[in-house]
């Protein structure tokens, strides 16, 4: 059993070398490896993340009147013991992850007059986002519509950009796109 | 230090870091109801496609009893590591079952991992194949030790040739950059690095010496490997506090014992 273990765990070290840099092979390990079992070392780098990325959502009552933009999961304030005890990084890390995989697998949302089509609505990490966008909308909404917005700044947010924009969802049933 | 002390001491760690992990998302069950951003409605729809047992294992992870279990399980399997290095039987099993619930519950939440995921991952592969090495009669025991060690010597030094190559990294304004960020940066940090950018230059620059010098752990004579690993655990420490990393700090130091284990062999191989 020793030698058999032994390849096994050269093959995954083999296959982690090839998976660090770009390369042919790199595209196709991604794609076998379902069970992101091949680890990608590359932290914060090339290129570290220097925006948040926050989840904002309007909502339009029956005369068509919209609220102002509010974060819905905000980036939440890290205490002294954060160094101990932290899982709300995971529900950011979640929002960038499910938004860069989006914008990546449809380029034309990162145009913001972009028409956002029935494929794009059907994507999981558009519905993840769209779940977490229809939290805390009042009484009179009748639809909203979620962005995300990449900002530098702690205490204040500053020099926004937009990432991408939703279409217009009824309040009722979240599937139903009305614009 | 001993094969049976390195195995010991890296299950230790990296049983801290499973039951960091679980207790973590457990605390986030929120998070896995129809409206959180690891929304089970998403999943059942698009995930539980395929073979029935398939379907069957993903539907009961997807239900909130489900998930809940599945944590729990986690969780004791992580105690069960830190106390079983004895019994290589029982510990083979701890750690298939730490394994699968990871990449079950992974592939669950779909989005919001992180290195420190990864690292846990060889961690406890590493350890599996040395325990069923063990188990199977004791030949290549050592082998899950030095894939742990391989592994991360390769984790720091590809990050660090990533940031070498990365002009935002080498004139220093990596660092303030992400300081300036709210989910990983610090107020104080952010002022005190912008107010000295010779500080934001230091701090790049070692970040990546460190990183790409890190493989040199395995055949540096003992006092510097220590150095090195001292390092290592300075800077996952202060990570940890700065930015909000917590969970790499128990993930790599559980590879540290593999590194010393092979520093060891690699030594006497060298005739040290």
């Not at chain 1, 069970?35 to 290129?47: C, E, M, V």
Request: hydrophobic share 50%; charged share 15%.
């Amino acid at each position: 059993m020793g030698p058999l273990l032994a390849g096994v765990l050269a093959i995954w070290f083999l296959l982690t070398v090839l998976f660090q840099w770009k390369n042919a092979l790199q595209a196709r390990i991604a794609e076998l490896d379902r069970l992101h079992l091949i680890p990608q070392w590359t932290f914060f780098a090339p290129n570290p993340g220097t925006y948040d990325f926050r989840l904002m959502v309007r909502v339009l009552d029956g005369d068509g009147e919209s609220s102002p933009w509010n974060e819905v999961l905000p980036v939440a304030h890290r205490g002294p013991l954060s160094g101990l005890w932290n899982p709300e990084r995971r529900i950011n890390k979640a929002i960038v992850d499910l938004t860069q995989r989006l914008v990546r697998a449809h380029p034309s949302l990162a145009n913001p007059d972009a028409i956002v089509g029935s494929d794009v609505q059907a994507a999981p990490n558009y519905r993840r986002l769209l779940a977490c966008a229809t939290n805390g909308h009042g009484d009179r909404a009748v639809r909203f519509q979620f962005m995300v917005v990449a900002t530098t700044g702690i205490e204040m947010p500053e020099d926004p950009r937009l990432v991408f924009k939703s279409a217009l969802h009824e309040t009722a049933g979240t599937d139903h796109v009305t614009a | 230090m001993s094969l049976l002390d390195a195995n010991r001491a890296a299950a230790a760690l990296v049983s801290l870091a499973v039951a960091l992990w679980s207790l973590e998302f457990l605390s986030l069950s929120r998070q896995f109801e129809p409206r959180g951003v690891f929304s089970s409605s998403v999943f059942d729809s698009t995930r539980t496609r395929g073979s029935a047992v398939r379907a069957f294992v993903l539907r009961g992870v997807a239900s909130p009893k489900g998930l809940r279990l599945t944590l729990l399980l986690r969780l004791a399997a992580a105690v069960v590591i830190a106390f079983a290095t004895a019994w290589p039987g029982i510990l083979s099993l701890a750690l298939a079952c730490a394994i699968a619930t990871g990449v079950l519950l992974s592939y669950r939440c779909g989005a919001g991992g992180e290195g420190a995921d990864q690292m846990i991952t060889v961690v406890l592969g590493g350890l599996l194949a040395g325990s069923l090495a063990a188990v199977g009669g004791g030949s290549y025991a050592s082998a899950g030790l030095w894939f742990i060690a391989a592994q991360c010597c390769l984790a720091y030094c590809a990050a660090g040739i990533a940031k070498l190559g990365s002009p935002l990294w080498r004139s220093g304004d990596a660092v303030v950059r992400v300081m300036k960020t709210a989910s990983f940066g610090s107020t104080r940090m952010w002022k005190l690095m912008s107010s000295h950018p010779l500080l934001g230059r230091v701090t790049c620059w070692s970040v990546i010496a460190f990183e790409c010098l890190f493989p040199a752990a395995l055949i540096l004579p003992k006092p510097l490997m220590y150095g090195l690993l001292l390092a290592g655990a300075a800077f996952h420490i202060a990570m940890a506090f700065v930015m909000g990393l917590n969970n790499f700090v128990w993930a790599f130091l559980a590879a540290y014992p593999a590194i010393v284990y092979c520093n060891e062999r690699v030594g006497a191989m060298l005739g040290r």
